[in-house]
């Protein structure tokens, strides 16, 4: 069984700061996507990554996959209070393309 | 931009009746997904339809659920008996392959979802 595990579940931080989420998962993974909700919204689509060593980045945010580790990261430069709401990665291991979602971070940009 | 639209967007029932879920895909996609959020969970994959089939289910997709594209835009779930565990928001979901093609046209891009409070 798939399992996708991200950490810290709850992140609060000042604006200007860096910080990294980070999005284990158990098995080959075809690719990687995250996504960011707001309260009460739904799912908006940031990255899809797609083979080791891939990174990508808009604005302030910057995806990264290692498919050895079965590790994503998403990395916040310079946080903004704009970009707070919960965040999830999401694998998918080809079956479907059924999505498999970690628990989420969830994280405040305190001004 | 086009978007997945979703009705309604609360839905309160009584345990036991019957429930049914509407979302309209983007109008070009293929594939269409349903997913649920009980509260402060994870989303969790339903199931997904292609071509008129059913392509994947999961576990949570049991015999009370059922999926539908009644016509050209809608695809519906319905929940027979609604049980008080299926108090959750329920996300439509569309894309414009179903995971071989490429990611831009695999990306799912999911609807606001129907928040379901069943009592």
């Known amino acids: 069984e798939l399992k996708v595990e991200q950490n810290p579940l709850f992140l609060s931080m000042q604006e200007g700061k860096n910080y990294t989420i980070y999005c284990n998962y158990s098995t080959t993974s075809d690719r990687l996507y995250w996504y960011r909700q707001d309260p009460g919204k739904s799912l908006e689509s940031l990255f899809v990554l797609l083979s080791n060593g891939a990174v990508k980045q808009e604005g302030r945010l910057m995806a990264s996959l290692d498919t050895k580790a079965r590790l994503s990261t998403l990395h916040i430069t310079a946080a903004v209070h704009d970009l707070s709401a919960t965040y999830f990665c999401a694998v998918d291991i080809g079956a479907g393309n059924m999505l498999t979602f970690g628990g989420g971070t969830r994280l405040m940009v305190k001004p | 931009e086009p978007e997945v639209t979703q009705t309604p967007s609360h839905q309160v029932t009584q345990m036991g009746q019957e429930v049914i879920l509407r979302c309209v895909p983007i109008?070009?996609?293929?594939?269409f997904y349903w997913y649920r959020q009980i509260l402060g969970q994870k989303v969790e994959f339903l199931v997904s339809?292609?071509?008129?089939?059913?392509?994947?289910k999961s576990e949570i997709f049991d015999d009370q659920f059922s999926v539908e594209r009644p016509d050209g835009s809608n695809f519906t779930l319905k929940i027979r008996s609604t049980k008080l565990e299926d108090s959750a928001m329920y996300f439509c979901?569309?894309?414009?392959?179903?995971?071989?093609?490429?990611?831009?046209?695999?990306?799912?891009?999911f609807g606001p979802g129907t928040r379901l409070t069943v009592l």
């Open positions: 109008s070009n996609h293929l594939y």
């Open positions: 979901a569309s894309s414009e392959f179903g995971g071989l093609a490429g990611p831009d046209t695999d990306t799912q891009y």
């Open positions: 339809f292609y071509n008129n089939e059913i392509s994947e």
